[in-house]
């Protein structure tokens, strides 16, 4: 039977909790993953982690917190980094920094899993090349993982998909989070790397991305900051599931996930 890996995208504050803490334990009865990677980066009112959240998401189900660059918006940050194991960042920030940006889990199978979180550079702050980084990670993991995927964090579709391209046939997944947005475009590369641009927003729906929507206009039609406010209403889980050939460490299937606010 195929390793399961099941990705669930942004969770956006307390809807976003109370979305997954809903939804993913009948996920997880019903496609039995053998690892459960949920972002965490807007878990904290929209922006960050705190420790309790972290350990709520956990008790849920899930074995890997990735996040991306809002991560740094809760106070704890730094000490969450380094004590929470589960919970890494993205990869490519330039040293030193805390936390890391890669980690090996055990799958519930045995299969030895290894999660890299990386961040985008078009129209986000500057880090260091994903794509390099992406390649050092490889060469030193080398035979230490089974099985390896990504959770890309950037703005702009092509720099997920290029990313993916570059890694095709070297892991096993790569999925895109940040947009908040899922998208339509779940497949397997022609190489065998499974790949969806974005796993889309864990959180209100009724918003704008996941922001109360009256705040937001003002934001846009005034051209002035304007507080961001954490909508409340119509929640909703994304995220996709990954079906991978544990001996090859290649991607036979992807499937789109959605429950609530439009999903199932």
Same mark, same amino acid.
């Given at each position: 039977?195929? #390793?399961?890996?099941?990705? &669930?995208?942004?969770?956006? !504050? /307390?809807?976003?909790?109370?979305? =997954?803490?809903?939804?993913?334990? @009948?996920?997880?009865?019903?496609?039995?993953?053998?690892?459960?990677?949920?972002?965490?980066?807007?878990?904290?009112?929209?922006?960050?982690?705190?420790?309790?959240?972290?350990?709520?998401?956990?008790?849920?189900?899930?074995?890997?917190?990735?996040?991306?660059?809002?991560?740094?918006?809760?106070?704890?940050?730094?000490?969450?980094?380094?004590?929470?194991?589960?919970?890494?960042?993205?990869?490519?920030?330039?040293?030193?920094?805390?936390?890391?940006?890669?980690?090996?889990?055990?799958?519930?199978?045995?299969?030895?899993?290894?999660?890299?979180?990386?961040?985008?550079?078009?129209?986000?702050?500057?880090?260091?090349?994903?794509? #390099?980084?992406?390649?050092? &990670?490889?060469?030193?993991? !080398? /035979?230490?993982?089974?099985?390896? =995927?990504?959770?890309?964090?950037? @703005?702009?579709?092509?720099?997920?998909?290029?990313?993916?391209?570059?890694?095709?046939?070297?892991?096993?997944?790569?999925?895109?989070?940040?947009?908040?947005?899922?998208?339509?475009?779940?497949?397997?590369?022609?190489?065998?790397?499974?790949?969806?641009?974005?796993?889309?927003?864990?959180?209100?729906?009724?918003?704008?991305?996941?922001?109360?929507?009256?705040?937001?206009?003002?934001?846009?039609?005034?051209?002035?900051?304007?507080?961001?406010?954490?909508?409340?209403?119509?929640?909703?889980?994304?995220?996709?599931?990954?079906?991978?050939?544990?001996?090859?460490?290649?991607?036979?299937?992807?499937?789109?996930?959605?429950?609530?606010?439009?999903?199932?």
């Amino acid at each position: 039977m195929p #390793l399961r890996l099941l990705a &669930i995208g942004d969770v956006f !504050g /307390k809807t976003g909790l109370k979305a =997954v803490q809903r939804w993913l334990p @009948e996920l997880i009865d019903e496609f039995d993953p053998g690892l459960v990677i949920v972002n965490v980066e807007n878990l904290h009112n929209g922006r960050g982690v705190d420790p309790a959240g972290a350990r709520d998401v956990l008790d849920a189900g899930a074995d890997c917190l990735s996040s991306g660059n809002h991560i740094w918006g809760h106070r704890s940050h730094e000490k969450l980094l380094e004590t929470q194991e589960a919970l890494i960042r993205p990869a490519n920030y330039p040293d030193p920094c805390p936390g890391r940006g890669v980690v090996v889990l055990d799958s519930r199978q045995g299969a030895r899993v290894a999660v890299i979180n990386l961040l985008g550079r078009v129209f986000m702050p500057p880090v260091d090349d994903p794509f #390099l980084v992406a390649d050092e &990670i490889l060469r030193e993991l !080398g /035979k230490r993982a089974d099985v390896i =995927v990504v959770d890309m964090h950037a @703005e702009a579709s092509s720099e997920k998909l290029a990313l993916a391209r570059h890694l095709d046939g070297r892991v096993a997944a790569v999925f895109g989070t940040h947009t908040h947005v899922q998208s339509a475009d779940a497949r397997v590369l022609p190489r065998g790397t499974g790949f969806i641009t974005d796993l889309g927003m864990t959180g209100p729906y009724d918003s704008i991305i996941g922001m109360d929507s009256e705040t937001a206009l003002r934001r846009f039609r005034s051209a002035r900051p304007v507080r961001g406010l954490p909508a409340s209403e119509d929640p909703g889980l994304r995220g996709a599931l990954f079906e991978v050939d544990e001996r090859s460490g290649r991607c036979l299937r992807v499937e789109r996930v959605a429950r609530g606010a439009g999903g199932k």
